[in-house]
């Protein structure tokens, strides 16, 4: 009932004076037929007994007329209506699906794949659920209203006709209600299959992917795979299909040797004087009536029932508790003064995944340039993540001067925050709106946006490109009936760049590989314009080409998720531990023989 009223509820929300219209329209159409039976049936045993005046026959010709235009025309603006207020719907149910993923202020809902499954089944029967339970619960009171009208008419020609009707309805409705929770149960069970098969879908499709697909000759073993999900889920709905067919085909031929019976009767009374020729009209009339509103109202109670089952995984979503809690009463996140400190930071992605960071202690001084280095799997990339809390550490904290990360609004945190990720995105968007995401204020700002691309050295590229800073960056979608253009993936990390130099003065800059796809050219251009951002900036840079880590004020080396060692580049060679090791190894690279 919960579902049922927040699906209502929402309905309403999205159009009172649709929804009401609707409910006034239906419940008149739903008198109609009883109307034409009654009518119909007083026209003929006028005609039948001889008593016909022509005013009377013109008067019951005229309601006749009425009810059949209204019959003609109902039905085609009770469907706009209908379709009208689902789209609206539609619409009001995505903005708040998607209002409370931004309430996840995390990255960890999205890596859960039963949350994701739930997600899914949010999306897609969020936004037609609402609609189709309120045109269900309308369908309801439309089909009782009609069988109530048609029991009464039947009543008054035999009242035990009518109640064996009324009785019989009662294993359709719950052998309905039962189909439903099956299917419901079904189609839940089989979100796993088709999120699957949409992944397919997508690779097979995907343009990042293309290349792999088609030189490793990929195509026909994804196929098989899509297709070995869809047969699976396929094999489900047909067997959701058969079960109702068979109950189905057993309810409805019971109905319809009932009402033979209840006609046969009436005929044999006929026969012996006890009706009349409008009696049998009426008779045959209210069973059809009555059997067509009750296989109506128990499929409505029906889809009501496996609706809200469904639209349960959208409530679900709706009321899902953050993944990062956060509190109340936040403290203000204030300009940085001393600096950021992981203390004693415990991390690991699950419970069921082994430790990342394991207990890792250092800080990043205001004003200071810190260098981030270790192996792959290291922990680099998840000190950055922490660091913008898109996760909690499981123990120990990270503290913004002095105040602990979990205190702090997670929104406010980040907007004191300018970064390159690693895997950072590339927009299908123009050049300037690749930039201008980095700062939404300074999207029309054109002369700060191509100040950054400056900075980040791809103002050069961009007034090259076909519109400039118009031109949009992609090949999936057109623009004006013009195709875009495809970047290299050292221009898009330069945008990247950009993105994160149009952030301008934040506190903290965090640089996570920003020149790993630059030519060696681009990458020393790159790195002096960094050298003179970086410089009096706080800010973290994570970077393999230990050529550029090697003027950071401090130089933190992480291994198998631990401080290794830490101090400056001087400092590190002495040592002769891991970090002079890597140099070393890098440094030899580029001797020559
Ligand atoms: N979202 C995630 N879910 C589960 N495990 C993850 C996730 N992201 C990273 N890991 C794991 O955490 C470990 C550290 O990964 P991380 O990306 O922080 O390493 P890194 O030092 O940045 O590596 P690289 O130099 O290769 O970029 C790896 O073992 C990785 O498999």
Redesign the pocket.
């Known amino acids: 009932m919960r579902a049922v009223w927040a699906a209502v509820r929402l309905a309403w929300e999205s159009g009172r004076a649709r929804l009401a219209a609707y409910g006034a329209l239906t419940a008149a159409g739903a008198l109609i037929p009883p109307a034409v039976a009654w009518l119909t049936r007083a026209v003929l045993d006028l005609l039948t007994h001889g008593a016909a005046t022509p005013a009377a026959i013109a008067w019951l010709g005229a309601a006749l007329t009425g009810c059949g235009t209204a019959a003609a025309v109902l039905p085609q603006v009770t469907l706009y209506l209908r379709e009208e207020i689902g789209r609206r719907v539609g619409v009001v149910a995505q903005d708040r699906l998607f209002r409370a993923t931004e309430r996840f202020a995390g990255?960890a809902r999205f890596?859960d794949p039963a949350f994701l499954d739930t997600l899914r089944l949010a999306l897609q029967y969020g936004g037609a659920t609402p609609g189709m339970v309120v045109m269900a619960a309308f369908g309801v009171v439309r089909s009782a209203l009609a069988c109530a009208a048609f029991l009464g008419a039947l009543a008054l020609i035999s009242p035990w006709m009518a109640a064996l009707v009324a009785i019989t309805a009662a294993p359709a409705l719950a052998a309905e209600i039962w189909l439903s929770r099956r299917r419901a149960a079904m189609l839940i069970g089989i979100g796993p299959n088709e999120r699957r098969e949409l992944f397919y879908q997508d690779l097979l499709l995907s343009v990042p992917a293309a290349k792999e697909i088609r030189l490793f000759g990929l195509a026909g073993h994804l196929r098989g795979l899509m297709r070995e999900q869809r047969t699976t889920a396929n094999a489900e709905r047909r067997r959701a299909d058969r079960r109702e067919l068979t109950v189905q085909g057993v309810m409805g031929g019971a109905s319809a040797l009932l009402a033979g019976a209840g006609l046969l009767w009436t005929l044999v009374e006929t026969l012996g004087g006890g009706r009349t020729v409008g009696d049998i009209s009426l008779f045959v009339a209210a069973v059809a009536g009555v059997q067509a509103a009750i296989t109506g109202l128990v499929g409505e109670i029906a889809t009501i029932h496996g609706q809200t089952l469904l639209f349960g995984h959208y409530l679900t979503v709706l009321t899902a508790v953050p993944d990062l809690p956060v509190r109340p009463d936040p403290r203000p996140v204030p300009a940085l003064a001393r600096g950021i400190e992981f203390r004693d930071v415990w991390f690991?992605?699950?419970p069921e995944?082994?430790w990342?960071l394991r207990g890792v202690s250092f800080t990043v001084p205001y004003g200071r340039s810190v260098g981030l280095v270790?192996?792959?799997?290291?922990?680099?990339?998840?000190?950055?993540?922490l660091l913008c809390r898109m996760y909690d550490p499981d123990r120990g904290s990270i503290l913004w001067d002095g105040a602990d990360l979990r205190d702090l609004d997670p929104a406010e945190l980040r907007r004191r925050i300018g970064s390159v990720f690693?895997d950072y995105m590339t927009y299908d968007m123009s050049a300037a709106e690749n930039i201008g995401l980095g700062d939404l204020a300074a999207m029309g700002d054109r002369d700060r946006i191509a100040e950054a691309a400056g900075r980040a050295g791809a103002a050069g590229f961009v007034a090259a490109l076909p519109r400039g800073y118009d031109t949009l960056l992609s090949r999936i979608f057109l623009d004006g009936g013009e195709t875009g253009v495809h970047l290299s993936g050292g221009q898009w990390q330069r945008l990247a760049l950009a993105r994160a130099y149009l952030r301008g003065g934040r506190d903290l800059l965090i640089l996570?590989?920003p020149s790993s796809g630059l030519d060696a050219e681009a990458e020393h251009e790159i790195h002096s314009g960094l050298r003179r951002h970086r410089a009096g900036r706080t800010n973290l840079l994570?970077s393999?080409r230990l050529g550029s880590i090697r003027e950071s004020d401090l130089i933190v080396v992480?291994d198998e998720?631990q401080v290794a060692e830490r101090g400056s580049h001087d400092e590190l060679l002495r040592l002769g531990g891991l970090y002079a090791g890597l140099f070393a190894i890098q440094a030899e690279g580029y001797q020559v023989g």
């Open positions: 990255l890596e690991r992605y699950s995944h082994e990342v270790g192996r792959n799997g290291a922990g680099k990339s998840t000190v950055v993540k690693q996570d590989e994570i393999h992480l998720g």
